[in-house]
Nanobody
């Protein structure tokens, strides 16, 4: 069983930065692929970053490319999401998700394990 615990959310003004953390536990092969998703009220869940823990390769959609960066700390079993130049439209609940295999793109249905989320609010 994989457990994912997010932290680091909060309130920030536009242009500011936040770093989210996703602490993972469980068999490593069950969480080889870690992704970050977000969901704003009345909107669907949107993927914002993905990292393959085995290869270190990353993926970002155009909406956050150049502003968000995902990284891993294997010693701490933690994946980070550094978010810079935040915009009001980045306001959402942010979730980390894990699965054994990194499939193309960022599709919520491709991930088996989910954390409870951490709220990010960006004011203008």
């Amino acid at each position: 069983q994989v457990q994912l615990v997010e932290s680091g959310g909060g309130s920030v003004q536009a242009g500011g930065s936040l770093r989210l953390s996703c602490a993972a536990s469980g068999a490593w092969y069950t969480r080889n692929c870690i992704a970050w998703f977000r969901q704003a009220p009345l909107k669907g869940r949107e993927g914002v970053a993905k990292i393959n823990l085995g290869t270190g390769s990353t993926y970002y959609p155009d909406s956050v490319k150049g502003r968000f960066a995902v990284s891993q700390d294997n010693a701490k079993n933690t994946v980070y999401l550094q978010m810079n130049n935040l915009k009001p439209e980045d306001t959402a609940m942010y979730y980390c998700a894990a699965d054994t295999i990194c499939r193309p793109y960022l599709v919520p249905g491709d991930f088996t394990y989910w954390g409870q989320g951490t709220q990010v609010t960006v004011s203008s």
